[in-house]
Nanobody
Framework: QVQVKESGGDLVEPGESLTLSCAAS????????MGWYRQAPGKERELVAF???????VYADSVKGRFTISRDNSENTAYLQMSTLKPEDTAVYLC????????????????WGQGTQVTVSS
């Protein structure tokens, strides 16, 4: 079983920066991708950014140039550096990781964390 834990959410003012962390643990054999999603009240969950095992990245248009996703493969951890934050970035940020557990032929997993709250307000 693979667990995911996010941290780093906070209340910040517009224009400030914040870095979120996502740590995966458990019976991980390999992580194919780690991604950040967000969900604001009354809105659907949306992709923010994800990164593959080879370092390829994808970003939502709304965060391009402001957010940067990175990962530490040795620590099974992903980071989301957020700069020039806007009130519309306010949401619960959730981490997702996909990969294979236990062994090369082990079961695939698709695990989510509980989320961390980011609030951007003056």
């Amino acid at each position: 079983q693979v667990q995911v834990k996010e941290s780093g959410g906070d209340l910040v003012e517009p224009g400030e920066s914040l870095t979120l962390s996502c740590a995966a643990s458990g019976t991980i054999y390999t992580i194919h991708s780690m991604g950040w999603y967000r969900q604001a009240p009354g809105k659907e969950r949306e992709l923010v950014a994800f990164i593959t095992s080879t370092g390829n990245t994808v970003y939502a248009d709304s965060v391009k140039g402001r957010f940067t996703i990175s990962r530490d493969n040795s620590e099974n951890t992903a980071y989301l550096q957020m700069s020039t934050l806007k009130p519309e970035d306010t949401a619960v940020y959730l981490c997702n990781t996909k990969g294979r557990a236990t062994s090369p032929s082990g079961p695939a997993y698709d695990s989510w964390g509980q989320g961390t709250q980011v609030t951007v307000s003056s």
